[in-house]
């Protein structure tokens, strides 16, 4: 396994502790006709009264960058994410 499969999978483990869902997609459909394949869900109580961040972008890393972004500027503690992922 890859270094950022297991960076990938320490995320999802934090995030779960932190009270997160995350769901990951690639759709097949877009990838292929030019749009932005990549998608991630945030939901659940760890997120705040506004309990939901969505981005879609033409790359993970992209696409992951801007969950970072958003959840930063929610209340809670998101110091571990520079830990787990380098964007």
């Known amino acids: 396994m ?3 499969g297991v960076r990938i999978e ?3 483990e934090e995030l779960g502790r932190s ?5 990951l997609k690639v759709d097949d459909e877009r990838m292929v006709g ?3 394949p990549w998608t991630v869900v945030l939901s659940g ?3 705040g009264a506004e309990g939901f961040i969505r981005a879609e972008a033409l790359s993970l890393h992209d696409c992951l960058e801007q969950v970072f972004i958003r ?3 929610r209340p809670g503690e998101w110091e571990w994410l520079a830990e787990v992922m380098t964007c």
């Open 2 to 4: 890859s270094e950022q």
């Open 10 to 12: 320490r995320l999802m």
């Open 19 to 23: 009270g997160v869902t995350m769901i």
């Open 34 to 36: 030019g749009g932005e």
């Open 45 to 47: 109580p760890g997120l």
């Open 71 to 73: 959840l930063r500027s």
